[in-house]
């Protein structure tokens, strides 16, 4: 077939044509995207309990719950956690599981568990995780010139607005973007109607509070419609008495002893901006956000133009608001691909400068060069039918591709060279050529593609996530093989079959034979001290085990940020108010090293879960930074101002919620300690404080977040004192709640007692509570602190529940040795406390998990190139030949990794898989052209020469075009860099060291194996 494709090269112009106008076009056609877009295994089901403690919200609400939801197939995990007025259950589940029908599942569970619930309990909201919810971006609104921050922390009527604009307007017109699938609006501020009593006047005509009470209540009423037929006409009438405003709640009416009077002659009404309990600031001013959630098909550029412009407009059209955007993923897309494909030109272009080097001829530098583009369109088209987007995962594949895609050029043209500069023919140079290295090529991209197969089954996210990239270099290897095997032979047929002088067709460029006088040198040194070498191979698998434990290890390789989020737990019982008040305080600490911030404060009104669920003693600030270099400072600035002034805080820095750390990210600590009772249950929380002191007692420094705890104050009713007076618990309660309307209460049963528990309320309340009285049911009034007696109290903030129980996290965060003292110091505490256990978790145990899993997966890559080398040979032994090289590489680059102190992860993993793929395909052809010669006739010694002679211009020169190309990306600029950076560290490494182990070490071991056998 070759022979009869070279001598028709405008068919086959033809059809590339036509190939290149499909791959264009599907290109157009091909989403872009940060990450790949995957199922999270992962649903979580949110419960509301308002008025709630987390004792009761963890008894009534999430553990009937979760204990339904523990019967849902395919579970991995399952922890809950309990907080005031609510709380969330997260389920994970087996990678790869069918999540739609998951979510069904769940949510049939949940409907079951409601029917065992109290019918004013809110239906739970179940979400289910995605990629795709991450917001592409968020949009900041407030107001212009706002006087100062002093009164920006009092919101007024004209915010309250502002609010109602946001979702009104803006949101709408966001929503109106075709890119666009919901928007989430939070920060905004309602307005409520209080009504104030004239207690003289009530008191002299009679009238209680609960009279004004059931009057508004009773005309909150909505009728449904009546229909009366009057001959052939029908009327529908339709009653309406529903209070839609303030002169409604004026205008109703009081029938009290047969006398009409409204309620504005017996109260003031007022309107006023409704108490926050929760709220938002960008750069301390009060703000609206709108987190904005992409389409799943809808690509990230559009979306961006898109934003762009209705921002521009907005701002036009509303000259006294300010919009922001902030968080923009679609600037972090833009920014990692375009430094990709950037660094993707520039390696291919330094790849080219290899080829002019090592050839004279111009022509055959340029025709190699024609399969860059070629094989790249040939891939992106491959990603359009196979559905792949372009992300940051994919295109890491086409980095690590565009180094190997000229590798089978270079291979066929220089065996066509080598046979026509012999003196065969052109035609059968070229035919002969191609099919006699066809083979050893086709075994190179198997065994390249081979090492993937077995990450895609990697556990977690990961095996799915790098599915993208396994695909990317595949593609790209296949597509260049074909171009390799079908295009190029047809236009070096063209190109010199017209040339008469042979001599013009030659590899040797302005690199001159003193290379050659090199490799025969080394190569003679080599074969003289052969024990030598054996016995320095031996050592270096030694030194591969003592190495290895010295190195770090972590789940995902550092990447430096210029902005993060902090996570504030000021751990005590504040109110919205004094919370953001301590949040615009830490802010102006930090104003020199920031651009912008966003603090959400407290409560947020999100229905999806863009920020953790959060209570009014909570805090999380969004910092745009200058640099890394400011974010770091700025951070050591918050840390050491919180441990000084409000040491019980609990902080915790983390990235700033982008895709990939949605994707890869545990939301765990280093170390998580979980706190149980011999008996499993949840220890006293004394018990947990006193643990986490003795940590900090035997450990001078370490960075553990302190027990979250919340004050309490227990009202017990005296009994005694209440039959005295009159007075039940029904009515105590209920003047408990009057008094405390703009905080907690609920109640805890206790025997025949009722204790009324509110939250959050200091000394100087607490003493006006008292000094209050109620009206008992002879009508006398009777103080407060005659009935009750006050004691405070700590219990946890949250509670914490999974498959083993209820527990108590200590969350830890240092070094591998940190972790190791202070579990050895946890399990000693713990052998001194009987009834206290612990158990283990954390990062720490998840890194080394993925570890053993890829050390699993490297041998399983290892056995699988040595299947496919044995069928190529039809042999045992030369396949061991050729992995042995793999041993040498794999020490090489452990021993680079540690000296510059870069951490065993998955991409630098992945970097060792892929490259014992990559390195031993020179070895392939050299021990393949070695065969031939012995075939041949040739002397053992004489084929490892002349084979080496043969090959030592392709190798030098397949190695440098795949070097140079990954060489851009050794340094961490952005996201998708310092995702590359240890895995083409790795590759570097291992492809320096490879190519001598090719050219020297393999020919070593192959005359160590067969010199026995040449002398028979």
């Not at 080097?357 to 990603?383: A, D, E, G, K, Q």
């Not at 050659?516 to 054996?534: D, G, H, P, S």
């Amino acid at each position: 077939m070759l022979r009869s494709l070279i001598r028709r090269p405008i068919a086959v112009t033809m059809c590339v044509i036509a190939l290149l106008v499909l791959g264009i076009i599907s290109t157009r056609y091909i989403p872009v995207s940060l990450m790949p877009n995957i199922d999270i295994p992962r649903i979580t089901v949110q419960m509301n309990g308002p008025g709630m403690s987390a004792q009761e919200v963890d008894k009534t609400l999430i553990g009937p719950m979760g204990r339904q939801l523990m019967q849902v197939g395919g579970l991995k995990d399952i922890r809950s956690e309990s907080k005031m007025d609510g709380g969330s259950i997260t389920m994970t589940f087996e990678p790869g599981s069918n999540m739609s029908l998951l979510f069904i599942e769940v949510n049939e569970k949940v409907d079951r568990a409601m029917n065992y619930m109290s019918d004013d309990v809110e239906r739970p909201k179940v979400m289910k995780a995605s990629a795709m919810d991450i917001p592409a971006m968020y949009l900041d609104i407030k107001l212009k010139n706002q006087k100062n921050k002093e009164t920006a922390r009092n919101a007024d009527v004209k915010f309250a607005q502002l609010g109602k604009f946001a979702r009104n307007v803006v949101s709408h017109r966001i929503e109106q973007i075709p890119q666009t699938a919901m928007v989430d609006v939070s920060g905004t501020i309602g307005t409520e109607i209080i009504c104030i009593p004239n207690k003289e006047k009530m008191a002299a005509l009679g009238i209680t509070t609960s009279d004004i009470e059931r009057a508004i209540s009773d005309n909150n009423i909505t009728l449904g419609a009546l229909s009366i037929v009057d001959g052939i006409f029908r009327y529908s009438i339709h009653f309406d008495s529903q209070i839609l405003n303030k002169e409604d709640i004026e205008n109703i009416y009081i029938n009290y002893h047969d006398r009409l009077l409204q309620l504005k002659e017996l109260c003031k009404v007022e309107e006023v901006v409704s108490t926050r309990n929760g709220l938002v600031r960008n750069t301390n001013d009060n703000a609206v956000t709108l987190a904005i959630i992409k389409q799943n098909d809808a690509q990230m550029s559009d979306l961006q133009e898109s934003m762009s412009t209705l921002v521009e407009q907005l701002s036009d059209e509303y000259p006294d608001i300010e919009f922001q955007l902030t968080r923009d993923q679609t600037q972090l897309l833009s920014y990692s691909i375009n430094n990709l494909e950037g660094n993707l030109i520039v390696g291919a272009i330094l790849a080219c400068v290899i080829l002019f080097l090592f050839m004279r001829n111009w022509r055959l530098p340029i025709l190699i060069i024609f399969t860059v583009p070629l094989s790249l369109i040939l891939t992106l088209m491959s990603f359009y039918l196979l559905n792949i987007s372009v992300n940051v995962i994919s295109l890491s594949g086409l980095i690590l591709g565009v180094g190997m895609i000229v590798d089978n050029s270079i291979i066929v043209i220089d065996n066509i060279v080598q046979k026509w500069t012999a003196g065969a023919k052109l035609t059968d140079s070229v035919v002969k050529g191609t099919t006699e290295v066809f083979a050893p090529m086709l075994s190179s991209v198997l065994t390249t593609c081979s090492v993937f197969i077995p990450l895609i089954f990697l556990s977690g996210i990961a095996g799915a996530l790098f599915y993208d990239q396994a695909m990317g270099i595949t593609t790209s290897l296949f597509s260049s093989l074909f171009v390799a095997s079908l295009v190029i032979p047809v236009y070096f047929y063209a190109f010199f079959k017209r040339k008469r002088n042979r001599e013009n067709c030659t590899l040797d460029g302005f690199i001159d034979t003193r290379l050659y006088n090199w490799y025969e040198k080394i190569m003679k040194l080599v074969m003289r001290n052969i024990k030598k070498i054996v016995i320095a191979f031996s050592v270096m698998i030694v030194l591969i085990i003592i190495i290895f434990p010295f190195l770090k290890k972590e789940r995902m390789p550092e990447i430096e940020y210029q902005d993060a989020l902090v996570s504030i737990d000021w751990n005590e019982g504040i109110s919205a108010e004094e919370n953001d008040m301590r949040v615009i305080s830490l802010m102006n600490l930090v104003k020199d090293h920031i651009e912008t911030t966003t603090a959400m404060v407290g409560n947020q009104e999100f229905i999806l879960s863009h920020t953790k669920d959060m209570t009014a003693s909570e805090s999380v600030v969004y910092m745009k930074c200058h640099s890394n270099d400011d974010l770091l400072k700025a951070e050591d600035i918050i840390q050491k101002y919180l441990d000084k002034n409000y040491p019980k805080c609990k902080v915790d820095f983390s990235a700033s919620g982008n895709i990939y750390d949605f994707i890869f990210s545990s939301d765990k600590a280093d170390l998580e300690i979980h706190l149980q009772t011999n008996g499993g249950g949840r220890p006293p929380i004394a018990n947990s404080v006193a643990f986490v002191d003795s940590l900090k007692k035997h450990i001078p420094g370490l960075n553990v977040q302190p027990i979250t705890r919340e004050t309490q104050i227990q009202y017990v009713a005296d009994v005694q004192q209440m039959a005295q007076y009159k007075v039940d618990f029904t009515m105590l309660y209920g003047r408990l709640k009057e008094l405390l309307s703009k905080n907690q209460i609920y109640e805890i049963n206790s025997g025949a007692q009722s204790i009324p528990v509110y939250v959050g309320v200091n000394s100087k309340e607490e003493q006006i509570l008292l000094s209050n009285s109620l009206t008992n049911r002879e009508g006398v009034e009777i103080p407060i602190s005659y009935l009750v007696a006050p004691k405070k109290i700590y219990t946890y903030k949250r509670l914490y529940s999974g498959i083993d129980g209820d527990y108590c996290p200590v969350m830890i965060n240092g070094d591998d040795d940190v972790v190791n003292q202070c579990m050895e110091v946890a399990e000693k505490i713990a052998e001194k406390d009987k009834n206290l256990s612990v158990s283990f978790f954390g990062d720490y145990f998840d890194s080394r998990s993925m570890i053993k899993e890829l050390a699993i997966v490297f041998i399983v890559a290892v056995l699988l190139l040595y299947f496919i080398l044995a069928a190529q040979f039809e042999s045992m032994v030369q396949p061991l030949i050729i992995l042995s090289e793999i041993v040498v590489d794999v020490l090489f680059v452990l021993l680079v990794l540690w000296i510059l102190g870069v951490s065993i992860n998955l991409m630098s993993m992945i970097g060792i898989v892929v490259m014992c793929g990559i390195i031993i395909n020179d070895s392939i052809l050299k021990v393949d052209t070695i065969n031939r010669l012995k075939r041949g006739g040739m002397p053992l010694i004489k084929a490892i020469m002349v084979a080496g002679h043969s090959r030592l211009k392709p190798i030098i020169m397949t190695s440098l075009t795949t070097i140079l190309a990954l060489l851009p990306f050794l340094h961490k600029g952005d996201m998708g860099a310092a995702l590359q950076f240890p895995l083409s560290l790795t590759l570097i490494a291992g492809m320096l060291i490879g190519t001598l182990v090719s050219l020297f070490f393999v020919p070593m071991v192959y005359y160590i194996i067969y010199r026995k056998s040449s002398k028979k």
